[in-house]
């Protein structure tokens, strides 16, 4: 089983930066992708950004070029380093990964709990 640990959310003024940040933990054969999703209130989840093990990275739409994804292998660690923050970018959010659990050919979604992020104007 994978547990998902996010930090870093917080309360930031529109057009500031925070840092978030996901350790995984357990017991598993890969992990991959990591990635990180949204969800604000009274809407549905939405993602993100995605990192693969070979350092490729997506993003969505609403975030290209003011939100960068990293990640550390070796640590099983994703980051998402968030600028020019926007009041829509309000929300909690939610790291998840794909993880070989069971067996090293079968991935199962896991999730972290949530980190509230909120952005005032």
């Known amino acids: 089983q994978v547990q998902l640990v996010e930090s870093g959310g917080g309360l930031v003024q529109a057009g500031g930066s925070l840092r978030l940040s996901c350790a995984a933990s357990g017991t598993f054969f890969s992990i991959n992708p990591m990635g990180w999703y949204r969800q604000a209130p009274g809407k549905q989840r939405e993602w993100v950004a995605s990192?693969?093990?070979?350092?490729?990275?997506n993003y969505g739409d609403s975030v290209k070029g003011r939100f960068t994804i990293s990640r550390d292998n070796a640590k099983n660690t994703v980051a998402l380093q968030m600028n020019s923050l926007k009041v829509e970018d309000t929300g909690t959010y939610y790291c998840?990964?794909?993880?070989?659990?069971?067996?090293?050919?079968?991935?199962?979604?896991?999730w972290g709990q949530g980190t509230q992020v909120t952005v005032s104007s």
């Open positions: 998840r990964c794909r993880a070989a659990v069971r067996s090293r050919y079968v991935a199962d979604d896991c």
């Open positions: 990192i693969t093990s070979g350092g490729s990275t």
